[in-house]
């Protein structure tokens, strides 16, 4: 009797392990089916959290401790321990290999986040600090002597439990796939209180529960016990769930925002090919000129987001260009000084087009005030060194440079070094004097004049 309800403890105890793995493997395939690369390492989470490799853990960690002990206070500690008939022991032994698993599982946890970039860290660190403490509560708790002594009594309660333990979290997966589902498409109804509330009461009832084993070690206490480790699972998985769902989510959110990203570039860009197909005479000129006003912002050792914005600028610095009549920009002949004054209107045009895009108001920056000169002998306001935008100053002196280096009806493209010694000469009159600095070495690092037309 005793041997067959053995046997039949064993395999519910392995169902209920392989319920685990099937339900996490079930989950890691909804995520993932999109075989996206990239969620490599949050697969590593998964199966560093699964319960399996966190009881393994924890078993280390215990062994760990429990090996240092013995040899520090004598082999009879291990020999007292390994019964199990200590609890205040027992759980001072957990409590330390908790404190190790949990600092673990939260340099884990942060390093994660980090590589995943998830907004709300500390709710990823808490929900990994829930894990935690309750691997440690459901590991650390065997039944007592007086129930392991008698086998038939052991095997048919690990039976039950093990049997109800599965109904259970197969039950609660699946109740709770909807609401949660549900709840991942709204983030922002998505309330703090749902973490913080159940795994709180759950700490509360377990540790009365803790306190009533040490009062009353027996059976009845052991089945209380038993009962609260299958809430335990339960809130395991939710969570796991949660987890899985909100990564997911976060990674929809930042690839939609990629996916908009790419498209005002493309408009952007578009925009500027608009703009160059005015102009005969400068065909292809914005992109190749934003290029190397990004070069030069790097080269000025700005941050890759304004190296982003002096780019989105120089794309669009001359859009004014449209209000100019095509007869005087592609005039062959010089122009006259009425019609000049056309061409100096480009800049104030181009700041009003621009100043209605209001989610990147920088970017009439470099419309405006990119034909001023550091000297103040620029136009359309006759600013004056620092008072020109820093941005404009760079794409002034990329705009100086791309004119010299592209082609002309009248001309090809100048040799670099006159268009070196022509930034020099100009530096601190017509060019920010720092910002022709850095462009000359932007033209030495150019060994083979690779940047022109
Ligand atoms: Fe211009």
Avoid at 176 to 196: A, E, G, M
């Amino acid at each position: 009797m005793a041997d067959v309800l053995n046997i039949i403890y064993n395999i519910t105890d392995d169902g209920f392990y392989i319920t685990i793995f099937f339900i996490f493997f079930v989950s890691i395939y909804k995520c993932f089916y999109k075989n996206d690369m990239k969620k490599i390492p949050f697969f590593l989470a998964i199966f560093l959290t699964n319960p399996i490799f966190s009881y393994l853990l924890s078993a280390f960690f215990s062994g760990l401790v429990i090996t240092v002990a013995s040899l520090i206070a004598g082999s009879d500690y291990y020999k007292r321990y390994s019964k199990l008939d200590n609890l205040q022991e027992m759980l001072v032994a957990y409590s330390i290999t908790g404190i190790l698993f949990l600092l673990f599982i939260l340099l884990f946890a942060w390093r994660f986040s980090k590589h995943m970039k998830i907004k709300n860290r500390s709710l990823v660190l808490f929900v990994y600090l829930i894990f935690g403490v309750f691997m440690n509560l459901f590991f650390g708790i065997t039944v007592p002597q007086s129930v392991s002594d008698n086998l038939v009594l052991r095997s048919a309660l690990g039976i039950g439990f093990n049997i109800l333990m599965i109904i259970g979290i197969i039950l609660f997966y699946l109740l709770h796939i909807k609401n949660l589902s549900n709840l991942i498409d709204r983030p922002h109804d998505t309330d703090w209180k749902i973490f913080v509330i159940p795994p709180m009461l759950f700490i509360l009832l377990y540790s009365s529960i803790v306190m009533t084993i040490a009062d009353f070690l027996n059976g009845q206490a052991a089945i209380i016990l038993q009962s609260f480790s299958i809430l335990i699972m339960y809130l395991f998985i939710w969570t796991f769930y949660v987890i899985i769902k909100n990564i997911n989510a976060t990674g929809e959110a930042i690839k939609a925002k990629n996916e908009v990203k790419t498209l005002s570039v493309e408009v952007m860009e578009a925009l500027a090919h608009t703009i160059d197909a005015k102009d005969e005479y400068t065909r292809g000129h914005s992109v190749r000129f934003a290029k190397y006003s990004r070069m030069l912002a790097a080269k000025m050792g700005m941050s890759e987001e304004d190296c982003e914005n002096v780019y989105y600028m120089g794309l669009l610095h001359d859009i004014g260009k449209i209000g100019v009549p095509s007869s005087i920009i592609n005039s062959p002949d010089k122009l006259t000084d009425d019609e000049y004054d056309v061409v100096k209107t480009h800049p104030c045009l181009g700041y009003d087009i621009l100043a209605e895009i209001k989610s990147r108001p920088d970017l009439s920056i470099g419309a405006r005030w990119h034909h001023e000169r550091f000297d103040g002998k620029g136009y359309p306001d006759g600013r004056a060194g620092n008072d020109i935008p820093f941005f404009a100053r760079i794409i002034s002196v990329a705009d100086s440079y791309d004119a010299m280096t592209s082609n002309r009806s009248y001309r090809s493209y100048m040799p670099q070094a006159i268009v070196r010694s022509e930034i020099e000469k100009n530096a601190g009159t017509q060019f920010d004097p720092e910002i022709a600095r850095c462009m000359l070495e932007l033209i030495d690092d150019d060994t083979d004049y690779a940047l022109h037309e």
